[in-house]
């Protein structure tokens, strides 16, 4: 919902901006967008004790079992 509020609300600024001659349409079109650059949705979880990491470790730091 908020990333739907601020898509309109950029497209509302970036129409005012564009209708006064300013062309900054594409960077406020995609400053909604922002959080989501760079966003590693890849969560390795231990198979024995449950720890959960978006890291690079290949192995639990608990009990040294490799993460799946």
Do not use: H, N
């Amino acid at each position: 919902m908020l990333c739907a509020l601020l898509a309109a609300g950029s497209l509302v600024v970036s129409f005012l901006l564009l209708s006064f001659g300013i062309p900054f349409f594409f960077v406020f079109l995609f400053l909604p967008l922002i959080p989501f650059f760079g966003r590693d949705t890849r969560i390795k979880r231990c198979p024995i004790c449950g720890w959960e990491t978006s890291g690079d470790e290949l192995y639990c730091p608990y009990d040294g079992t490799p993460l799946a």
